[in-house]
């Protein structure tokens, strides 16, 4: 199993930056894939970045592309999404998830990660 604790969310003005993390603890091996994924009320959730912590590479959702960057520091199993320029239609609870494999196709697929964070609350005012 792989535990998994966001944090870093909070209420920001619009055109503001937020940083969020995920904490990854236990059997971290698996979660050679790890992304965000945001839910808005009365959304279905939705893809934001990936990472493949081994190689670095990333993925982005085109809502997010040139405001947010995600990164990871593999010493302490932590990944993290930088989000600037922030506007309303990004607030949303935040989730982290991993898993040991996904193929680049399926990358922004909720249903192909196994695990998952509690989510982190973005409240974006404007």
């Known amino acids: 199993q792989v535990q998994l604790v966001e944090s870093g969310g909070g209420l920001v003005q619009a055109g503001g930056s937020l940083r969020l993390s995920c904490a990854a603890s236990?059997?971290?091996?698996?979660?050679?894939?790890m992304g965000w994924f945001r839910q808005a009320p009365g959304k279905e959730r939705e893809f934001v970045a990936a990472?493949?912590?081994?190689?670095?590479?990333?993925y982005y959702a085109d809502s997010g592309k040139g405001r947010f960057t995600i990164s990871r520091d593999n010493a302490k199993n932590t990944v993290y999404l930088q989000m600037n320029s922030l506007k309303h239609e990004d607030t949303a609870v935040y989730y982290c998830?991993?898993?040991?494999?996904?193929?680049?196709?399926?990358?922004?697929?909720?249903?192909?990660?196994?695990?998952w964070g509690q989510g982190t609350q973005v409240t974006v005012s404007s």
């Open positions: 998830a991993a898993d040991p494999a996904i193929i680049t196709a399926a990358i922004a697929e909720a249903d192909e990660y196994n695990y």
């Open positions: 990472i493949r912590l081994n190689r670095g590479i990333t």
């Open positions: 236990g059997r971290t091996f698996s979660a050679s894939v």
